[in-house]
């Protein structure tokens, strides 16, 4: 399947949570299989399963930190650096779509009792997320992780 197709598949799949789809987009390019990468991402769709940190966001924050993220503890200004991106990156994204929680961006804790069914019957995922994580995906690609 040629990029663009795999790329058309990954964002109208409905099997794959925001999460997913951002990471998924990326992964190749940070050394991480497209099948670990979707395990990886699998839990955080949903705000975390909770209504928190939208998944696109925090698919995107997993690609940052697989591109500038240090695990050496001794070089503080490294990890620093890796902080300032993330905190960029959820600062714009904010700007870009006006909220940094599921729940907020959905106008539904999809976490809480039936609001799940609720939210799918009312197509919110569909009238949501589609924008959010286009956007997302464009802001990584200006911020040159799509290179």
């Known amino acids: 399947m040629n990029q663009q197709k795999n790329r058309v598949y990954i ?16 992964c190749e390019q940070c050394g991480i299989p497209q099948e670990t990468a979707l395990r990886i991402a699998h839990p955080f769709g949903g705000g975390l399963r909770a209504g928190e940190a ?22 503080p200004e490294d990890r620093a650096a890796c ?3 993330a905190a960029e ?29 609720l939210a799918n019957a009312q197509g919110v995922f569909h009238s949501v997320c589609p924008s959010v994580i286009e956007n997302t995906v464009r802001l990584l690609e200006e911020l040159g992780y799509g290179e």
């Open 11 to 26: 964002l109208e799949s409905d099997a794959l949570n925001c999460a997913q789809k951002v990471v998924s987009l990326f």
């Open 54 to 75: 939208c998944g696109a966001l925090a698919g995107a924050l997993m690609i940052v930190g697989l591109t500038h993220g240090n695990p050496d503890p001794r070089t």
């Open 83 to 85: 902080d300032v991106r």
């Open 89 to 117: 990156f959820s600062r714009r994204f904010k700007e870009l779509n006006g909220h940094i929680t599921c729940r907020d961006l959905l106008g539904i804790d999809t976490s809480v009792g039936e609001n799940r069914a």
